[in-house]
């Protein structure tokens, strides 16, 4: 009975993904016992990240003013959600808010901005900001900034970035149900211009948007295919105004099961719980360390979540512990409980009561 799981385990042991009979037994198989297959998930997953848990803080420096349109982004041209618009920060706030992200134990800082994609002369600020940051702070900064090419990419690897996400989303078949001002291969393109410079692909996809298992497969083996080394699995929030709405596909037990594919597929993977873990794990919140090794605190882009000191108090509950950066690990040991809280100010992004994950 149990056979499969083992074989799971050891062809993610050695590199090798489930075939697409077993990708889609895990999403859809009504015999599938979830304990074990979270452990088959488990087995490459400590092997490669022991039992550590990666945290990720986004910084929404540009929000909404997007001429593209996704169906399930609040800040899309198609969208009336009500969002607070604004230009690129300043570089005080943004720096300011690396800071508070270094400080509460954050391994990456991913600034995230709106559009279809940067300047060149976007580009370059953005480039004086990382080396600022890098030079401040012992964190890693991820970029998402929508389409770039070679040139903004070469100056991007020049500043020391070291992640630019750009999800895939979805599959290419299922990509025009959800977004017709760009297309997948756009988003593929953007990927490769960034691995070309040496810059490490963060791309992943949102669940819950209309796809099929077959969709879920294919963005799992194309992750595999353009060897992404960080990939957030995102739950779609359903955000009153947005074109896309909840498919009421999304239980604990599928998030669970996506997160596991996820894992089984690519076992060296940096895997996140990203966007819409809150709501749609809900109480098997803990579970999802299994199959991941990462996650998103203090919410998304124009969305809530969970606080750090809730979300450290889950991983550490769950017999995990907080990878963490020297500069937090320094102060850590002279801290009193619950002194690492991400604080607000002028330039916090905006959670609107509206977007809470339900």
């Known amino acids: 009975m149990f056979e499969i799981y083992s074989r799971l385990a050891e062809r993610a ?12 037994w895990i999403l859809d198989g009504e015999d599938v016992a979830l304990l074990p297959l979270l452990h088959a998930a488990f087995v490459p997953r400590e092997k490669h990240f022991g039992r550590t848990v990666m945290v990720h803080v986004l910084n929404n420096v540009q929000n909404g003013l997007c001429p593209e349109d996704c169906g399930y982004c609040s800040q899309s041209d198609v969208s009336d959600a009500a969002i607070r618009k604004y230009p690129i920060k300043s570089e005080e706030d943004i720096l300011r808010e690396a800071a508070a992200a270094a400080a509460s134990g954050a391994s990456r800082y991913c600034m995230v901005l709106s559009g279809r994609g940067p300047t060149l002369g976007t580009t370059r600020k953005l480039a004086d900001i990382i080396r600022k940051v890098k030079e401040l702070h012992p964190i890693e900064v991820c970029v998402s900034a929508g389409l770039i090419g070679d040139e903004h990419a070469q100056i991007l690897a020049d500043a020391g970035l070291d992640r630019l996400n750009h999800n895939l989303n979805t599959s290419e078949r299922h990509y025009p149900e959800i977004c017709s001002t760009h297309t997948y291969a756009d988003r593929i393109a953007t990927i490769e211009a960034a691995k070309r410079h040496g810059i490490g692909a963060c791309s992943g996809l949102i669940l819950g948007m209309g ?23 995102n739950f779609l929030i359903p955000i009153e105004g947005n074109p896309v709405q909840r498919d009421g596909t999304l239980s604990p037990e599928r998030v669970l099961r996506a997160l596991a594919l996820m894992r089984l597929t690519n076992p060296r993977a940096e895997v996140r719980i990203a966007g819409g873990r809150e709501g749609h794990l809900r109480a098997l919140g803990p579970l999802g360390l299994w199959p991941a090794n990462s ?50 100010g002028e330039g916090e992004i905006l959670k609107p009561d509206i977007a809470r994950p339900t």
């Not at 077959?214 to 799992?220: G, L, P, R, T």
């Not at 998304?300 to 950066?325: C, H, K, P, S």
């Open 295 to 344: 996650l998103f605190v203090e919410g998304y882009l124009t969305t809530r979540g969970d606080a750090v000191n809730e979300t450290y108090r889950m991983i550490e509950d769950a017999g995990f512990a907080v990878e963490g950066n020297p500069e937090y690990d320094a102060q850590k040991s002279e801290a009193a409980p619950g002194e690492f809280r991400l604080t607000g």
């Open 211 to 233: 796809e099929q298992s077959d969709d879920v497969v294919d963005v799992a083996l194309e992750l595999r295919r353009l060897e992404v080394p960080s990939i957030p699995v």
């Open 13 to 24: 042991l050695t590199d090798e993904a489930p075939s697409r009979e077993d990708a889609l």
